[in-house]
């Protein structure tokens, strides 16, 4: 075997995090390659999971407008509409995805590679193609960004026909008249919300009381009161004991407690696995946890210094958003370069209808470290442009300080929230002061309103408890 080629940094995985990871490196004039197992770049992100749910998402969000203009247009949805259709404009759109990020990684210089990776040393990769071929790397950093999968207990049955995990329920033929969603998480909340508006009869169950156990109550009690409304169900406390295929036409969920379910088809979205198998670990002394990821610390270092471990495979939340920062700052470290503190205020954006997004602390976090936080809310009904939109139910939260003067967290739940939350993470950033929110002039009519609501509500607050106390 021929000499293995040397580079500074390889990156093994070209999905949202190793795609980051790799430019960063180029951007400073490093020699960089980038493995990557499939034929295109992208990971699940592009192919299986963000690109396509966002787009099935989007053809929901049409369709539900559409409904809601009945009084002018003649408009429902056709007895068995292929998933196809509502999808048609996925293949431009991951297309064009693609072409993006193949020009980008040429514009820098990045060396792509295709095939599978494994290490036959801590500093030594070693590559196999389909056509068997191999070749070995070496590098003085080593960036391991290989994504995960759907987790799929062994007790349950997926066929991927009537029992479907995240990765083939887009592969139906017709939308199903119903869907039962095992998992409260957020593939599990996001895809029971957009097929519910589509019209699909949505069981979703979990065994927590409430989905999302990590978002902030108020904005998870305003979410399941919608898809209820949208008329959805959600069954939470539940323990599944048994999940089959009839034989016929239906998928029968047993539950510890209370009727069986029953389906046409059925998700399992009970999270997902790092896709850590493959790549022989043992040979550079780092082994997974017991719940299959890599232990790192805030710079995405593993044991071995001069391997880094981002995106999926760290845990999650499994944000996109959240890989592409730990991409960045993996390399920047790797290379003794200035970090910077950005990973302390990455938002969590939710895109289920309504959409979800927090940043910083939510009410919860801070009664455990404040005494008496002050919350400020702003209801949608109040903002002008969401009654423009027919989107007049949603919630800005804005968290502060007992004094009412700086800002501790956002939280938002309502049309747009995910695009909201970026004006309180500069605020964040720049330790604005609640003040400041009064203060600016935001356009009439817009969203970014709810910010200034929230702020006088909080302002009042401020007003009456002074008043008490000189009382």
């Given amino acids: 075997m021929s000499a293995p080629a040397n580079f500074d940094i390889i990156v093994i995985g070209a999905g949202p995090a190793g795609q980051k990871a790799a430019i960063q490196g180029a951007k400073v004039g490093k020699r960089v390659a980038l493995i990557e197992r499939e034929r295109g770049i992208g990971g699940s992100c592009v192919y299986r999971g963000t690109i396509p749910s966002k787009t099935l998402r989007e053809s929901a969000l049409h369709l539900d407008r559409l409904k809601r203009a009945s009084a002018a247009f003649d408009f429902s949805l056709k007895p068995d509409t292929q998933i196809a259709t509502l999808l048609s404009r996925l293949e431009s759109v991951v297309s064009a995805h693609d072409t993006f990020m193949s020009r980008q990684l040429r514009r820098n210089g990045i060396s792509l590679f295709h095939g599978r990776a494994r290490f036959i040393d801590a500093c030594t990769v070693e590559m196999q193609t389909v056509d068997g071929a191999s070749q070995r790397f070496t590098a003085g950093a080593i960036i391991l960004a290989t994504g995960s999968r759907p987790r799929t207990p062994d007790d349950i049955p997926v066929d991927h026909e009537h029992i479907l995990d995240s990765d083939s329920l887009l592969s139906m033929i017709y939308l199903p008249q119903s869907l039962t969603i095992v998992g409260g998480g957020v593939i599990g909340c996001e895809y029971a919300s957009i097929f519910s508006l589509l019209g699909v009869h949505v069981t979703l169950i979990d065994r927590a009381p409430a989905p999302l156990q990590f978002m902030d109550p108020e904005l998870v009690t305003h979410f399941v009161g919608m898809f209820e409304q949208q008329g959805g169900h959600y069954l939470g406390g539940q323990t599944v004991t048994d999940i089959r295929w009839d034989g016929a036409s239906q998928v029968v969920t047993t539950l510890k407690d209370g009727p069986p379910v029953k389906s046409e088809k059925l998700l399992v979205a009970l999270g997902r696995q790092a896709n850590v198998e493959d790549l022989n670990l043992h040979a550079t ?12 610390n805030q710079y995405c270092q593993t044991d071995v210094p001069h391997i880094y471990a981002v995106g999926d495979m760290v845990g999650g939340p499994t944000l996109a958003s959240k890989a592409m920062e730990q991409g960045r700052r993996a390399v920047r470290h790797a290379l003794e370069l200035p970090v910077g503190d950005a990973a302390s205020t990455i938002p969590l954006g ?51 300080d007992p004094t009412g003067e700086r800002l501790l967290g956002v939280q938002i739940v309502g049309d747009s929230a995910t695009e909201l939350v970026h004006i309180g993470q500069l605020a964040l950033q720049q330790s604005a002061t609640i003040e400041s929110f009064i203060d600016n002039v935001f356009n009439f009519p817009t969203y970014a309103e709810a910010y200034r609501i929230a702020a006088l509500d909080l302002a009042g607050q401020v007003a009456k408890r002074r008043t008490a106390h000189a009382a």
């Fill in 285 to 296: 002394g780092l082994a997974a946890t017991p719940k299959g990821i890599l232990s790192v």
């Fill in 350 to 400: 939710i895109y289920t209808i309504p959409e979800m997004a927090s940043i910083g602390l939510d009410e919860q976090s801070a009664r455990e470290r404040y005494r008496e936080p002050l919350i400020g809310r702003a209801k949608f009904e109040e903002v002008a442009r969401a009654q423009i939109s027919g989107a007049g139910q949603g919630l800005l939260k804005l968290v502060a």
